[in-house]
Structures are given as structure tokens and as C-alpha cells.
């Protein structure tokens, strides 16, 4: 299954929103940090959601090239980001295959669902 991670900084703090499945799960005002904080706490979002989920191939699919870089081992991954990216490392992983990939930020329906609300009303909030 597509697990489509996103995460952005307002002037009210982090926020993220996963989509999985058709149903936006979307926090806001998650904190201090900075947009590449944001895009950890999504990805790690999106990690447990899959484990919750069962799923028997996970696809989790993201824009941002850094973090998918970093959680693949390709990228050295910054001091301010090693507590993110040992989280993510010690979650559990769903059975079967899990994937990391990069999208395109007009493909990914968890960015759309930060930026176009609306489209997802029936979003559940996580924070």
C-alpha cells in the first residue's frame, strides 16, 4: 500500500499529515523545530501508522530527498537529526517488504493534504 508523508512550518509551529488508504491523518501545531523536524515527525508518523496497520507491503513515499536520504543510510544524517532518525531506526516495521521512496512534491497527497485541507475533511487529527 502507498503511504504518501509530508511534513511543513508555520508561523504556529510543525506540522504533518500522512495519507494512507484515502484518510489524511494530519497534525498541526506539533511543536518547535524546524521544516526538516516537520518532515522526521511525518515519516516516523507514517512508519508507526503502517506497523498499526499490518500492512503486508509498505510503500512510504515522501518529497523530501534529505530525510529520505538520511533514513536509507545514503545521506550522513546532521547532529540536530540523529534523535529523529534513531527513533525512526528502532520502530517496528511492518511484516513483509517496506519501502522508502522520493515523489515529486505535486504528487504527494500528504503535502496536498497540509496545504488543501478542504480536500480532506474528514481528516483525522493527531495533534
Known amino acids: 500500500m502507498k503511504i504518501f508523508f509530508d511534513g511543513g512550518l508555520r508561523p504556529t509551529g510543525l506540522e504533518w499529515a500522512v495519507?494512507?488508504?484515502g484518510h489524511a491523518h494530519v497534525a498541526r501545531m506539533a511543536g518547535p523545530g524546524d521544516s526538516m523536524d516537520a518532515e522526521w515527525l511525518a515519516l516516523i508518523a507514517a512508519t508507526r501508522l503502517a506497523?498499526?496497520?499490518g500492512l503486508a507491503d509498505a510503500l512510504l513515499l515522501g518529497d523530501s530527498l534529505a530525510?529520505?536520504?538520511?533514513?536509507s543510510g545514503r545521506v550522513r544524517v546532521p547532529p540536530a537529526y540523529r534523535a529523529h532518525h534513531r527513533l525512526w531506526s528502532e520502530l517496528?516495521?511492518?511484516p513483509g517488504r517496506f519501502r522508502l521512496r522520493h515523489i515529486r512534491r505535486t504528487q504527494n497527497l500528504a503535502?496536498?493534504?497540509l496545504a488543501k485541507?478542504?480536500?480532506y475533511p474528514q481528516a483525522q487529527r493527531d495533534g
Open 19 to 21: 495519507v494512507m488508504g
Open 51 to 53: 506497523h498499526d496497520a
Open 67 to 71: 530525510v529520505i536520504g538520511q533514513a
Open 92 to 94: 517496528p516495521r511492518p
Open 111 to 113: 503535502g496536498i493534504a
Open 117 to 119: 485541507p478542504w480536500l
